[in-house]
């Protein structure tokens, strides 16, 4: 059974950093591309970062590039987000993600609040 488990959320003032991490089981962790998403309030889900089995990044949305950073430890099988310089406009519900023959899987998300 897949399981992918998102920690590191909370509550961050502007400016500040978080690390979100995401433990996979239930796959051969290091044979698949992992990906970072969130949704905010009233908007739909956007993807942030993709990483693949090489290590290869594709980043994606301007406002977080420079800002965000994604990597992997397959020994671990762990995906990580760096996120750095947070803004209100970061807060937010983040997933990871993996898709395995087809089908998309989804952690239960960790909460992102940014406020002072």
């Known amino acids: 059974q897949v399981q992918l488990v998102e920690s590191g959320g909370g509550l961050v003032q502007p400016g500040g950093s978080l690390r979100l991490s995401c433990a996979a089981s239930?796959?051969?962790?290091?044979?698949?591309?992992m990906s970072w998403y969130r949704q905010a309030p009233g908007k739909e889900r956007e993807l942030l970062a993709v990483?693949?089995?090489?290590?290869?990044?594709?980043n994606y949305g301007d406002s977080m590039k420079g800002r965000f950073t994604i990597s992997r430890d397959n020994a671990k099988r762990t995906v990580y987000l760096q996120m750095n310089s947070l803004n209100p406009e970061d807060t937010a519900v983040y997933y990871c993600?993996?898709?395995?023959?087809?089908?998309?899987?989804w952690g239960q998300g960790t909460q992102v609040t940014v406020s002072a």
């Open positions: 990483i693949t089995t090489g290590g290869i990044i594709a």
């Open positions: 239930g796959f051969t962790f290091s044979s698949y591309p």
């Open positions: 993600n993996v898709r395995l023959r087809g089908l998309q899987h």
